[in-house]
Nanobody, 126 residues
Framework: LMCSCRRGGGLVQPGGSLRPSCSTS????????VAWFRQAPGKERDFVSAVDSLGGTRYADFARGRFAISRDRAKNTVYLQMNSLRPEDTASYYC????????????????????WGKGTLVTVSS
């Protein structure tokens, strides 16, 4: 069972929007938490946003108000709508999933995730 980041990445101008998606493959899989992380060249992996099985959401400060995470259970897909993109948002974006629900404070911890997608590159540049 793997999250696979697909589509939604690419090159966009500052102020533009992208919507990467994360789908689970294989048998029906309903993770407790699905999160997005990002990693810019030469930097550590940072938490971006997460959504749990009850629809609760969490955002990093830089994402709040610009990004929106959503979950389509029927399609086993989680979306990250990214608006008002800035050059500093340039990074590889990875989705990750925890199979069971965890406490809210742990949603931003990459070490507790069970599955990871391959990542999608987002470049914000004029």
């Amino acid at each position: 069972l793997m999250c696979s980041c697909r589509r939604g990445g690419g090159l966009v101008q500052p102020g533009g929007s992208l919507r990467p998606s994360c789908s689970t493959s294989g048998r029906t899989f309903s993770p407790g938490v699905v999160a997005w992380f990002r990693q810019a060249p030469g930097k550590e992996r940072d938490f971006v946003s997460a959504v749990d099985s009850l629809g609760g959401t969490r955002y990093a400060d830089f994402a709040r108000g610009r990004f929106a995470i959503s979950r389509d259970r029927a399609k086993n897909t989680v979306y990250l709508q990214m608006n008002s993109l800035r050059p500093e948002d340039t990074a590889s974006y990875y989705c990750a999933a925890r199979q069971v629900r965890i406490v809210y404070s742990s949603w931003s911890d990459p070490n507790v995730m069970d599955y990871w997608g391959k990542g999608t590159l987002v470049t914000v540049s004029s």
